[in-house]
């Protein structure tokens, strides 16, 4: 898969590395991916999809959350989730999800009013920070995401982490989303995830990875860089 480097999403993605609300410390990410297979990503795929069809219960080849994956499309679709989670968090192997590890949003207004209500706080933080705070954060959010993947074409699918798989799954974690927008006509997929962290239990974060940049509420923001990885149709 090849990382898309989109500025309205570079800025918000850098906002998102670290933001102080408080009690908690919230920890983000906003990246999009073509969904075009190249290298090891077209053979991992290969060998997911053979597996996916010799692994898959009869009722999941007829109904799963991404669809039938008795048919190809289906199949594609949690490929290309794997293979997002893979690029994003490159120290842990997704490659042992199935579909069950997913779940597909009923419509985008639920989606919106949940990471709405999450990410109140940040919101504050962002109207509070110097250069960044000219229009509310949530309506740039949403209007970057929407610029980047078409928002009215998109499915919407929510990871359902586990304890052994999720890269947040400790004990400081207060709450967490993970969301895949994935647009099949554009061949793109949007991820949008966020865990806030509590202060209390995470002890000293800063010291993980002295690298990221970071924006709290009462304070001048520090910023850093982003990210970075292409798809080709399997």
């Not at 993980?208 to 709290?216: I, L, P």
Request: net charge negative.
């Amino acid at each position: 898969m090849k990382f898309l480097d989109l500025a309205p999403l570079a800025r918000i993605n850098t906002f998102l590395d670290h933001v102080d609300v408080g009690d908690y410390v919230v920890y983000g990410n906003l990246e999009a991916y073509s969904c075009k297979l190249a290298g090891l990503d077209k053979k991992l795929s290969k060998s997911l999809d053979q597996e996916v069809q010799t692994g898959s219960s009869p009722l999941e080849m007829s109904r799963s959350p991404v669809g039938p994956l008795a048919e190809s499309s289906s199949r594609k679709t949690l490929i290309y989730l794997i293979l997002t989670l893979n690029h994003i968090y490159p120290d842990y192997d997704f490659s042992l999800l199935r579909a069950h590890h997913f779940l597909k949003e009923d419509g985008l207004s639920k989606t919106e009013e949940a990471v709405d209500s999450h990410l109140l706080e940040v919101s504050k933080v962002w109207s509070s920070t110097p250069g960044l705070g000219e229009s509310p954060f949530l309506e740039c959010l949403w209007s970057s995401i929407d610029e980047a993947i078409g928002l009215k074409d998109c499915d919407v699918y929510c990871y359902k982490a586990d304890m052994e798989s999720d890269p947040f799954g400790d004990i400081a974690c207060v709450w967490s989303f993970s969301y895949f927008f994935y647009n099949k006509k554009m061949k793109r997929i949007l991820y949008l995830s966020c865990r806030a962290k509590s202060k209390a239990s995470a002890g000293d974060e800063d010291t993980e990875d002295v690298s990221r940049g970071y924006y709290e509420g009462d304070s001048d923001a520090d910023e850093k860089y982003g990210m970075a990885n292409d798809m080709e149709d399997i």
